[in-house]
């Protein structure tokens, strides 16, 4: 008792500052850059063209260029929901969707996702490892020119998260 009596303004003056820093962690979060994944897009020899009904055509020389292509044309179509698929198959939709999607999340535990992921994803053919990888590529290339639309914390995605999100389908 003797203690608190001489040291209660100490004890103020930290939790002062921990509330301080609680609040500007809440009120000011620090934006990510995602402008270095720009260079993802570097070296891709692809195009698109939309239809009269805005139907994308992708060519690319190779079929991870059109990968990546069809990646960045499914962005731009609904950027949201491949999120939500991503923080799904990472068992972290909760993280930005509260209490109500952690059974999702749970059941990426339960079902093991990732461990099926790291044990197989190196048996795949290299040329089904170049597609998934270039999609991830379009997808966050998409983010950082779409920083904006970008949910936090989920960027960069490779290869695994775009082969997770389809075992857990």
């Not at 009120?27 to 270095?36: A, K, N, Q, R, Y």
């Not at 060519?59 to 923080?87: C, P």
């Not at 170049?130 to 997808?139: C, P």
């Amino acid at each position: 008792m003797i203690w608190l009596k001489h040291h209660w303004k100490h004890i103020l003056l930290v939790l002062g500052a921990l509330v301080a820093v609680t609040a500007v962690i809440i009120f000011f979060p620090v934006e990510e850059d995602l402008s270095p994944l720009r260079t993802r897009a570097a070296g891709r020899d692809v195009y698109i063209l939309r239809d009269t009904y805005g139907v994308p055509h992708i060519f690319g020389k190779t079929d991870a260029d059109a990968s990546y292509r069809l990646a960045y044309a499914h962005a731009e179509e609904d950027f949201l929901t491949i999120q939500q698929v991503l923080l799904a198959a990472r068992g972290r939709l909760a993280t930005v969707y509260g209490v109500d999607s952690a059974p999702i999340d749970c059941s990426v535990q339960f079902l093991r996702i990732w461990d099926v992921v790291y044990a197989n994803y190196d048996t795949l053919s290299p040329d089904t490892r170049a597609l998934v990888e270039a999609y991830a590529d379009g997808l966050n290339v998409y983010a950082a020119y779409h920083p904006d639309k970008a949910l936090p914390g989920l960027f960069p995605v490779n290869g695994k998260d775009i082969v997770a999100a389809s075992v857990q389908k």
